[in-house]
């Protein structure tokens, strides 16, 4: 059985950082495609970063660029969003999502994090919560 947790959210002032994970369960990470994402209230879900496996490519949203960086240890089986310098409009829910059955091996980064539909509705988690005090 698939599962997708999300941990590491919290409280953060404005410029701090913070590390969240996100813990697959019943298949492996391995190098299969990958995505965080976020949705504020009453804002539409947007993908924050993803990892391809098609062509091995990153992608970042224009708004976190420079200061998120996603990574993966496929030992743990276990992917990161380390979020820095984080700002107020950082604050949102924050879901991750992943490939159990390697779909989206053919899928691009940025199709992956820009384009609903890609990620079956099986492999995301119910999300953390990060909210930045200004």
């Known amino acids: 059985q698939v599962h997708v947790v999300e941990s590491g959210g919290g409280l953060v002032q404005s410029g701090g950082s913070v590390r969240l994970s996100c813990t697959l369960s019943?298949?492996?990470?391995?190098?299969?495609?990958i995505g965080w994402f976020r949705q504020a209230p009453g804002k539409k879900r947007e993908g924050v970063s993803c990892?391809?496996?098609?062509?091995?490519?990153?992608y970042y949203a224009n708004s976190v660029k420079g200061r998120f960086t996603i990574s993966r240890d496929n030992a743990k089986n276990t992917v990161y969003l380390q979020m820095n310098d984080l700002k107020p409009e950082d604050t949102a829910v924050y879901y991750c999502?992943?490939?159990?059955?390697?779909?989206?091996?053919?899928?691009?980064?940025?199709?992956?994090?820009?384009?609903?539909?890609?990620?079956?509705?099986?492999?995301w988690g119910q999300g953390t919560q990060v909210t930045v005090s200004s």
């Open positions: 019943g298949f492996r990470l391995d190098d299969n495609a």
């Open positions: 990892l391809s496996k098609r062509d091995e490519t990153t």
């Open positions: 999502a992943g490939d159990p059955r390697n779909a989206l091996r053919f899928v691009a980064a940025a199709r992956l994090c820009t384009i609903d539909g890609y990620f079956d509705d099986d492999a």
